[in-house]
Antibody, heavy 113, light 112 residues
Framework: EVQLVESGGSLVQPGGSLKLSCVAS????????MDWVRQTPGKSLEWIGE????????NYAPSIKDRFTISRDNAKSTLYLQMSNVKSDDTAIYYC??????WGQGVMVTVSS | DVVMTQTPPSLSVAIGQSVSISCKSS???????????LHWLLQSPGQSPKLLIY???NLGSGVPDRFSGTGSQKDFTLKISRVEAEDLGVYYC?????????FGSGTKLEIK
């Protein structure tokens, strides 16, 4: 069974940093591109970015480029999202997804002083 | 960015009825490889999104064949035949042809 389990969500102050993790199981993690998507409270979904199978290539949404970094550790079957210089608009539920066909349960990030 | 316009924003249907949801994109979603990366998702209340349809018309794993997708270029439709209670939630279209990938604003399906 494919499972994606995010962790690392918390309350963070504006301008601060946070690193989210997503542990994958039930499939060969190193064979798949992976994405991060977020959902602001009561609103639609926003794609953050993606990473290729070996971690050598990433693509990002312009809204977060240069502030967020996606990486992966295939030996640990883990996807990461490093968030820096966070803003109140970054308050959302963050999901990792395997190309939109499987999704984690999401993790809440709240940016507030 | 590609704008995905979903209509209607909400629907209220009785069990057993059929419904259609429209998704129109501001640009053609045909990729250079000839495929169209338009997918449909369902987010049930309190749940993560789940893939229903991928590449316009292909059923996701375990998705009942009451769901079907059609369309091409910039105009796409999700049809649900014989709605069941478990179908309630918010339906999203998403395009993964052009960067950044973008989602529709969602269609909330309620059961009468």
């Amino acid at each position: 069974e494919v499972q994606l389990v995010e962790s690392g969500g918390s309350l963070v102050q504006p301008g601060g940093s946070l690193k989210l993790s997503c542990v994958a199981s039930g499939f060969t993690f190193s064979n798949y591109w992976m994405d991060w998507v977020r959902q602001t409270p009561g609103k639609s979904l926003e794609w953050i970015g993606e990473i290729n199978t070996d971690g050598s290539k990433t693509n990002y949404a312009p809204s977060i480029k240069d502030r967020f970094t996606i990486s992966r550790d295939n030996a640990k079957s883990t996807l990461y999202l490093q968030m820096s210089n966070v803003k109140s608009d970054d308050t959302a539920i963050y999901y990792c997804t395997r190309g939109f066909d499987y999704w984690g349960q999401g993790v809440m990030v709240t940016v507030s002083s | 960015d590609v704008v995905m316009t979903q209509t209607p924003p909400s629907l209220s249907v009785a069990i057993g009825q059929s419904v259609s949801i429209s998704c129109k994109s501001s640009q053609s979603l045909v990729y250079s490889d000839g495929k169209t990366y338009l997918h449909w998702l369902l987010q049930s209340p309190g749940q993560s999104p789940k893939l229903l349809i991928y590449q316009v018309s292909n059923l996701g794993s375990g998705v009942p064949d009451r769901f079907s997708g059609t369309g091409s270029q910039k105009d796409f439709t999700l049809k649900i035949s014989r709605v069941e209670a478990e179908d309630l939630g918010v339906y999203y279209c998403v395009q993964a042809t052009h960067f950044p990938f973008t989602f529709g604003s969602g269609t909330k399906l309620e059961i009468k």
